[in-house]
Protein backbone atom coordinates (compact mmCIF):
# COMPACT_ATOMS: atom_id res chain seq x y z
CA UNK A 1 0.00 0.00 0.00
CA UNK A 2 1.25 3.23 -1.04
CA UNK A 3 2.39 5.37 1.94
CA UNK A 4 0.20 8.95 2.71
CA UNK A 5 2.57 11.86 1.72
CA UNK A 6 2.27 14.57 4.32
CA UNK A 7 3.66 17.63 3.99
CA UNK A 8 4.97 19.52 7.38
CA UNK A 9 5.13 23.51 7.66
CA UNK A 10 8.83 24.72 8.42
CA UNK A 11 10.04 27.70 10.65
CA UNK A 12 11.44 30.42 8.16
CA UNK A 13 14.31 32.32 9.56
CA UNK A 14 14.01 36.14 8.10
CA UNK A 15 17.69 37.16 8.18
CA UNK A 16 19.51 34.26 7.26
CA UNK A 17 16.87 33.21 5.02
CA UNK A 18 16.83 29.17 5.64
CA UNK A 19 14.32 26.86 6.29
CA UNK A 20 14.37 24.68 9.47
CA UNK A 21 12.31 22.50 11.36
CA UNK A 22 12.73 19.83 14.36
CA UNK A 23 13.50 16.51 13.22
CA UNK A 24 11.12 15.06 15.88
CA UNK A 25 8.80 16.27 13.45
CA UNK A 26 9.60 13.82 10.23
CA UNK A 27 10.34 10.96 12.64
CA UNK A 28 6.99 10.56 14.03
CA UNK A 29 5.61 10.77 10.61
CA UNK A 30 7.76 7.99 9.26
CA UNK A 31 7.24 6.31 12.56
CA UNK A 32 3.33 6.18 11.86
CA UNK A 33 4.07 5.13 8.43
CA UNK A 34 3.60 8.26 6.05
CA UNK A 35 6.38 9.56 3.69
CA UNK A 36 6.95 13.46 5.09
CA UNK A 37 7.63 16.56 2.74
CA UNK A 38 9.08 19.70 3.71
CA UNK A 39 6.77 22.27 2.69
CA UNK A 40 8.36 25.44 1.16
CA UNK A 41 6.54 28.60 1.12
CA UNK A 42 5.32 28.65 -2.57
CA UNK A 43 3.09 31.25 -4.41
CA UNK A 44 -0.32 31.33 -3.26
CA UNK A 45 -1.42 30.38 -6.64
CA UNK A 46 0.57 27.08 -6.96
CA UNK A 47 -1.12 26.18 -3.13
CA UNK A 48 -4.37 23.95 -4.69
CA UNK A 49 -1.70 22.24 -6.95
CA UNK A 50 0.51 21.44 -3.85
CA UNK A 51 -1.97 20.38 -1.32
CA UNK A 52 -3.57 18.04 -4.29
CA UNK A 53 -0.33 16.17 -4.31
CA UNK A 54 -0.45 15.85 -0.36
CA UNK A 55 -2.70 13.64 1.77
CA UNK A 56 -2.37 15.40 5.30
CA UNK A 57 -0.75 18.38 6.55
CA UNK A 58 1.51 19.20 10.22
CA UNK A 59 1.47 22.83 11.02
CA UNK A 60 4.48 22.81 13.22
CA UNK A 61 5.23 24.66 16.23
CA UNK A 62 7.19 27.97 16.26
CA UNK A 63 6.83 31.48 17.22
CA UNK A 64 4.31 33.56 18.53
CA UNK A 65 0.78 34.76 15.54
CA UNK A 66 0.51 38.11 14.51
CA UNK A 67 -2.41 39.43 16.50
CA UNK A 68 -3.70 41.44 13.27
CA UNK A 69 -4.25 37.99 11.90
CA UNK A 70 -6.98 38.01 14.39
CA UNK A 71 -7.61 41.88 14.88
CA UNK A 72 -5.63 42.64 18.14
CA UNK A 73 -2.96 44.87 18.37
CA UNK A 74 0.07 43.39 20.20
CA UNK A 75 0.36 43.58 24.13
CA UNK A 76 4.18 44.35 25.56
CA UNK A 77 4.76 40.35 26.36
CA UNK A 78 3.90 39.25 22.94
CA UNK A 79 7.00 37.34 21.68
CA UNK A 80 8.77 37.31 18.22
CA UNK A 81 6.61 36.72 14.74
CA UNK A 82 7.61 35.25 11.53
CA UNK A 83 5.28 37.53 8.95
CA UNK A 84 6.52 35.50 5.86
CA UNK A 85 5.67 32.52 7.98
CA UNK A 86 1.90 33.73 8.96
CA UNK A 87 1.03 34.55 5.45
CA UNK A 88 2.03 31.18 3.60
CA UNK A 89 0.83 29.03 6.83
CA UNK A 90 -2.65 31.14 6.41
CA UNK A 91 -2.79 30.76 2.82
CA UNK A 92 -2.23 27.20 2.95
CA UNK A 93 -4.79 26.27 5.94
CA UNK A 94 -6.92 27.95 3.38
CA UNK A 95 -6.42 25.59 0.90
CA UNK A 96 -5.87 22.44 2.55
CA UNK A 97 -9.45 23.29 4.32
CA UNK A 98 -10.88 23.95 0.96
CA UNK A 99 -9.25 20.26 -0.31
CA UNK A 100 -10.90 18.46 2.60
CA UNK A 101 -7.33 17.10 3.82
CA UNK A 102 -6.79 15.67 7.07
CA UNK A 103 -4.98 18.51 9.40
CA UNK A 104 -2.38 18.20 12.46
CA UNK A 105 -1.68 21.41 14.41
CA UNK A 106 0.76 21.54 17.12
CA UNK A 107 1.53 24.30 19.12
CA UNK A 108 1.81 27.00 17.17
CA UNK A 109 -0.13 24.85 14.85
CA UNK A 110 -2.77 24.47 17.05
CA UNK A 111 -3.37 28.00 17.32
CA UNK A 112 -3.18 29.08 13.68
CA UNK A 113 -5.67 26.78 12.92
CA UNK A 114 -8.10 28.14 15.49
CA UNK A 115 -7.23 31.64 14.40
CA UNK A 116 -7.46 30.27 10.35
CA UNK A 117 -10.97 29.03 11.14
CA UNK A 118 -12.06 32.38 13.26
CA UNK A 119 -10.72 32.07 16.62
CA UNK A 120 -8.99 33.93 18.61
CA UNK A 121 -5.47 33.85 20.62
CA UNK A 122 -4.10 34.73 24.38
CA UNK A 123 -1.12 36.79 23.00
CA UNK A 124 1.10 35.90 26.56
CA UNK A 125 -1.04 33.73 29.20
CA UNK A 126 0.63 34.93 32.54
CA UNK A 127 -0.33 38.79 31.88
CA UNK A 128 -4.00 37.97 29.78
CA UNK A 129 -5.70 35.19 31.54
CA UNK A 130 -7.28 36.02 34.45
CA UNK A 131 -9.80 32.75 34.68
CA UNK A 132 -7.71 30.88 37.04
CA UNK A 133 -4.05 30.17 38.42
CA UNK A 134 -2.11 29.78 35.96
CA UNK A 135 0.21 26.43 35.35
CA UNK A 136 3.62 26.64 34.09
CA UNK A 137 3.32 26.15 30.56
CA UNK A 138 7.19 26.96 29.47
CA UNK A 139 8.36 24.06 30.96
CA UNK A 140 11.99 23.79 32.07
CA UNK A 141 11.32 20.26 32.26
CA UNK A 142 13.15 18.03 29.34
CA UNK A 143 11.58 18.03 26.34
CA UNK A 144 10.28 14.46 26.79
CA UNK A 145 8.87 14.81 29.80
CA UNK A 146 5.23 14.99 30.68
CA UNK A 147 5.02 18.47 32.97
CA UNK A 148 1.72 19.19 33.24
CA UNK A 149 -1.93 16.86 33.30
CA UNK A 150 -4.43 17.46 30.51
CA UNK A 151 -8.23 16.48 31.02
CA UNK A 152 -9.68 14.75 27.92
CA UNK A 153 -13.05 15.27 26.85
CA UNK A 154 -14.47 12.03 26.02
CA UNK A 155 -15.69 10.78 22.61
CA UNK A 156 -13.43 13.23 20.60
CA UNK A 157 -11.26 12.04 18.64
CA UNK A 158 -8.32 12.77 20.68
CA UNK A 159 -10.18 11.07 23.29
CA UNK A 160 -10.31 8.07 21.15
CA UNK A 161 -5.82 8.32 20.53
CA UNK A 162 -5.73 6.97 24.64
CA UNK A 163 -8.50 4.64 24.79
CA UNK A 164 -9.20 4.30 28.86
CA UNK A 165 -7.44 7.39 29.72
CA UNK A 166 -9.44 10.69 31.28
CA UNK A 167 -6.27 12.18 32.09
CA UNK A 168 -2.81 12.58 30.59
CA UNK A 169 0.17 14.04 31.20
CA UNK A 170 1.79 16.18 28.50
CA UNK A 171 5.16 18.29 28.03
CA UNK A 172 4.17 22.11 27.27
CA UNK A 173 6.20 25.04 25.55
CA UNK A 174 3.79 27.95 25.02
CA UNK A 175 2.73 31.40 26.54
CA UNK A 176 0.37 31.57 23.89
CA UNK A 177 -3.26 29.88 24.02
CA UNK A 178 -7.07 29.39 22.35
CA UNK A 179 -8.65 32.11 24.05
CA UNK A 180 -12.12 32.02 21.95
CA UNK A 181 -12.73 28.89 20.08
CA UNK A 182 -13.45 29.11 15.93
CA UNK A 183 -17.46 28.58 15.34
CA UNK A 184 -17.93 24.53 14.71
CA UNK A 185 -14.70 23.34 16.58
CA UNK A 186 -15.02 21.78 20.64
CA UNK A 187 -12.11 21.35 23.12
CA UNK A 188 -10.83 17.98 23.44
CA UNK A 189 -8.43 18.74 26.35
CA UNK A 190 -7.89 21.31 28.77
CA UNK A 191 -5.22 21.91 31.79
CA UNK A 192 -6.08 22.02 35.56
CA UNK A 193 -5.56 25.83 34.76
CA UNK A 194 -9.06 25.98 32.29
CA UNK A 195 -6.32 26.70 29.41
CA UNK A 196 -7.58 24.66 26.27
CA UNK A 197 -4.66 22.00 25.22
CA UNK A 198 -6.35 20.28 22.18
CA UNK A 199 -9.46 21.45 19.88
CA UNK A 200 -11.10 19.55 16.89
CA UNK A 201 -13.51 20.64 14.38
CA UNK A 202 -16.75 18.66 14.91
CA UNK A 203 -17.58 18.48 10.91
CA UNK A 204 -14.50 19.14 8.82
CA UNK A 205 -13.09 15.57 8.33
CA UNK A 206 -10.15 15.16 10.37
CA UNK A 207 -8.48 18.54 11.62
CA UNK A 208 -7.11 18.30 15.21
CA UNK A 209 -5.46 20.63 17.46
CA UNK A 210 -2.74 20.14 19.75
CA UNK A 211 -1.06 22.80 21.92
CA UNK A 212 1.57 19.95 23.23
CA UNK A 213 4.27 18.50 21.39
CA UNK A 214 3.34 15.05 20.83
CA UNK A 215 6.15 14.90 18.31
CA UNK A 216 8.80 15.20 20.96
CA UNK A 217 7.59 11.50 21.90
CA UNK A 218 7.90 9.58 18.52
CA UNK A 219 10.83 7.36 20.66
CA UNK A 220 7.98 6.29 23.43
CA UNK A 221 5.98 3.67 22.42
CA UNK A 222 3.30 4.83 24.40
CA UNK A 223 3.08 8.28 23.07
CA UNK A 224 2.73 8.04 19.77
CA UNK A 225 -0.84 7.25 19.56
CA UNK A 226 -1.87 10.79 17.68
CA UNK A 227 0.48 10.76 14.63
CA UNK A 228 -0.85 6.76 14.72
CA UNK A 229 -4.22 7.99 14.35
CA UNK A 230 -3.84 11.06 12.20
CA UNK A 231 -1.69 9.15 9.48
CA UNK A 232 -4.58 6.44 9.45
CA UNK A 233 -6.79 8.68 7.91
CA UNK A 234 -4.60 10.28 5.74
CA UNK A 235 -4.52 6.94 4.22
MN1 LIG B 1 0.38 23.69 28.48
Known amino acids: MKKPLIGITQNYD ?77 ALAKAVISAGKPILGICRGCQLMNVACGGTLYQDLPSQYKEGDLLKHVQSAPRWHGSHSVELVPGTKLAKCFPGETNIRVNSYHHQAIKD ?42 FDSVFKKFIEVCK
Do not use: C
Open 14 to 90: ENAMSYSLARTYVESVKKAGGLPVLLTYVKEEDLDELVQNLDGVVFSGGPDLEPALYSEEPVPALGGIAPTRDNFEM
Open 181 to 222: LAPGWKVSAKAPDGIIEAAESIEYPFLMAIQWHPETFYDFNN
